[in-house]
């Protein structure tokens, strides 16, 4: 088991940008697969990115490829999502999530059985 925080969130015009973090304590010398989700009233969570245990593979949500970056920093235990280009559309809470994996990554919710509380990003127009 990891425990996840994130922390970045924040108020942001259209077309400006932010960067999340989610900090890992516990067990972190296990490999985990990292994602990115985010939720809005009233909808389904839904998958943002995700990032192999040693970084090497990505996969994004057709709505962010190419405005959102996942990167990890295992050093440091830290995951991050760099969110540029920002829509109102992408207002949400954002959260982090990991599971125990050997090089997988992972788009679902159930994929995953570690999450932190979420942080609020909201892109006003």
């Known amino acids: 088991q990891v425990q996840l925080v994130e922390s970045g969130g924040g108020l942001v015009q259209a077309g400006g940008s932010l960067r999340l973090s989610c900090a890992a304590s516990?067990?972190?010398?296990?490999?985990?697969?990292m994602g990115w989700f985010r939720q809005a009233p009233g909808k389904e969570r839904e998958f943002v990115a995700t990032i192999s245990t040693s970084g090497s593979t990505t996969n994004y949500a057709d709505s962010v490829k190419g405005r959102f970056t996942i990167s990890r920093d295992n050093a440091k235990n830290m995951v991050y999502l760099q969110m540029d280009s920002l829509k109102p559309e992408d207002t949400a809470i954002y959260y982090c999530a990991a599971r125990i994996s050997i090089g997988g990554i992972y788009t679902t919710p159930s994929s995953y059985n570690n999450w932190g509380q979420g942080t609020q990003v909201t892109v006003s127009s």
């Open positions: 516990g067990r972190t010398s296990f490999n985990y697969a």
